[in-house]
Nanobody, 120 residues
Framework: VQLQASGGGLVQAGGSLRLSCAAS???????MSWFRQAPGKEREFVVV???????DYADSVKGRFTISRDNARNTVYLQMSSLKPEDTAVYYC????????????????WGRGTLVTVSS
């Protein structure tokens, strides 16, 4: 499975942005996640949508971010609203068969990342 993240850009605080993660193969049996890495910080978990459809959000984005998936298009989306400057990071999508954890090491496939910059 190859992943390609897109949709990043520059947005003002309070604004919205939608990221997409397109997969080259079928993702119906995979749990799909978004992670992010801010400048000078470690990569951190953002959200996962399990292969069953169950969703788990990091507390820092709960209520502001929404993940969804379109298995027919092999694409996962991350709708980000009420963005804050601290959301500035490179966002990566990742996939693991079944699973659905918050641990980076559990993920087999990674996209290259897309930069989100939130200005104050």
């Amino acid at each position: 499975v190859q992943l390609q993240a897109s949709g990043g850009g520059l947005v003002q605080a309070g604004g919205s942005l939608r990221l997409s993660c397109a997969a080259s193969g079928r993702t119906s049996g995979y749990s799909m996640s978004w992670f992010r890495q801010a400048p000078g910080k470690e990569r951190e978990f953002v959200v996962v949508i399990h292969w069953t459809g169950r969703i788990d959000y990091a507390d820092s984005v709960k209520g502001r971010f929404t993940i969804s998936r379109d298995n027919a298009r092999n694409t996962v989306y991350l709708q980000m609203s009420s963005l804050k400057p601290e959301d500035t990071a490179v966002y990566y999508c990742a996939a693991q068969a079944i699973g659905g954890t918050r641990r980076m090491d559990d993920y087999t496939y990674w996209g290259r990342g897309t930069l989100v910059t939130v200005s104050s």
